[in-house]
């Protein structure tokens, strides 16, 4: 199958500090990427989609400009934390799309802890 | 608006036993896919299975078997003879065949902690 892989898998940061996450399809171009947010015991919540070469599309309620995403070529999609709090500590897992057969595939997370 | 319900926040049992995940959706759209995902405490999500809306047939792998039933909206989850190592938060998730803004967008239910005991 295909492997999409992230970067780091965990990460621990000052409060106000900002936080970089790499999304990468290892062995196939993906024009769009979900980027999910799971808290302790729940379930995985959509953030946003990315599209390669435009602007991403971001679910009700999350802050585009705290969570920024660039999509910048066919296998990269990047999710900046910009200016991290405590209650940003999540785990936070990316997907790609494989075409034509439309099937996804996920990232194995990265675990974000702010202090 | 599509949503998922879970309805069983955690299940516990000893190994051998069956168990049943129940898997509940809603949506509007004639054309969609149903999907079961593993999450062991490592996190990273394992694919089980994906059905889409035409395909009512029941599926079997190996002691994994999925029982889709449109007539209730429900698409339920049996593992036979559990193992120990089948201990796992188990996600049952919905795609709509839409396009545009909902293209490829899963919605996740609640998920399902299964504690299989020795």
């Known amino acids: 199958g295909a492997v999409v892989s992230q970067h780091p898998s965990w990460v621990i940061c000052k409060s106000g500090t900002s936080v970089k996450i790499e999304c990468r399809s290892l062995?196939?171009?993906?024009?769009?990427m979900f980027w999910y947010r799971q808290f302790p015991k729940q379930s995985l919540m959509l953030m946003a989609t990315?599209?390669?070469?435009?602007?991403?599309?971001?679910e009700q309620g999350v802050e585009k400009d705290k969570f920024l995403i660039n999509h910048a070529s066919l296998t990269l999609s990047t999710l900046t934390v910009t200016s991290a709090h405590p209650e940003d500590s999540s785990f936070y897992i990316c997907?790609?799309?494989?075409?034509?057969?439309?099937?996804?595939?996920f990232g194995p997370g990265t675990r974000l802890t702010v202090l | 608006a599509q949503k998922v319900t879970q309805a069983q926040t955690e299940i516990s049992v000893v190994e051998k036993e069956d168990v049943t995940l129940d898997c509940v959706y809603e949506?509007?759209?004639?054309?969609?896919?149903l999907f079961w995902y593993k999450q062991p405490p490592s996190g990273e999500l394992v694919f089980l299975i994906r059905?889409?809306?035409?395909?009512?047939q029941n599926e079997i792998s190996g002691r994994y078997s999925w029982n889709f039933q449109k007539s209730t909206s429900s698409f339920n989850f049996t593992i036979t003879a559990s193992q120990v190592v089948d201990s796992a938060v188990y996600f049952c998730?919905?795609?709509?065949?839409?396009?545009?803004?909902?293209?490829?967008?899963?919605?996740f239910g609640q998920g399902t902690i299964l504690t299989v005991h020795p």
């Open positions: 990315s599209n390669e070469g435009s602007k991403a599309t971001y």
């Open positions: 062995d196939f171009q993906a024009t769009t």
């Open positions: 998730a919905l795609r709509v065949n839409a396009g545009g803004t909902s293209y490829g967008k899963l919605t």
């Open positions: 997907s790609a799309i494989l075409n034509p057969r439309n099937e996804q595939f």
């Open positions: 059905r889409n809306s035409f395909d009512e």
């Open positions: 949506t509007r759209d004639t054309t969609y896919y």
